[in-house]
C-alpha cells in the first residue's frame, strides 16, 4: 500500500479533495471533541490533512505517522511533526496521546485488531479514537479506491472489508469503549444516492482524563 501511495505522492492534494472525502472529514470533526491544548495524533497521516486541521484548531501538539516515504516527505515540507511507521507498530510510548484521528485508512489493512490496539495503546486514560472507513455495505458492493496519480488519472488500491462486528470486538479487545457510530449517507448524485457511505466510529478509554 505504500508504494501505491509513494506513486501518487506528487499529485496528492493535502485536504479533502472530492465529496466522499468532504463527508468524511465533517463527520470525523464532529467527533473530536475539544481540541484546544490535546496532544494529538494522525495515524496514516499522509500528507497532512488531518495535521493541519488539528494544529488550526489549537492542538498543542499534532503528529503523524505513515507508511509511504513520499507523502511523508510532502508533510515533512510543509513543517510537519511526522514519523514513518506501521499503523500497528507506531513508535510513541503509552498514553502519549489525548486524541488518535485514523481518516480513511483501516480499509487499507487486512486485520483490523493491531491497528485499533496500538491506537489504544498510546491513548491516555479518557483520551478518543476518532475513526472512519468506507462503508462495509460498500465495500460487499464493489466500491474500488482510487487515488489521483500525476497523470491525471487514478490509481485503484485494494479495500478491506470490515464489518460493524469486527469494529465492536477490535475496541474491545483494545480497552475501548465505542461511544458513538455515524453512517454518513450518499447526498450527492449518483446512483448509490441514499446508501450509506462511510463508517465513523467513536471510541474512548475508560479513565479520568491524565492531568497535565
Known sequence: MARAYDRVADAYPPYAHNLLMKMEEETVLSLLGEVGGRCCLDLGCGSGRYLRLLSEAGAARAAGADLSPAMLARARGAGLDVVRAEASRIPFPDATFDLVVCGLV???????????A?????????GAFVYSDIHPAGTLAGWERSLPDA????????????LYADHLRACRVAGLVIEEVREPRVAFDSPWRGWPALLVVRAVRPGARAPR
Do not use: I, N, Y
Open 118 to 126: 496500538e491506537a489504544g495503546r498510546v491513548l491516555r486514560p479518557g
Open 151 to 162: 497523470g491525471g488519472g487514478t490509481l485503484s488500491v485494494p479495500q478491506h472489508l470490515h
Open 106 to 116: 483501516v480499509g487499507h489493512v487486512a486485520p483490523l485488531d493491531p491497528l485499533v
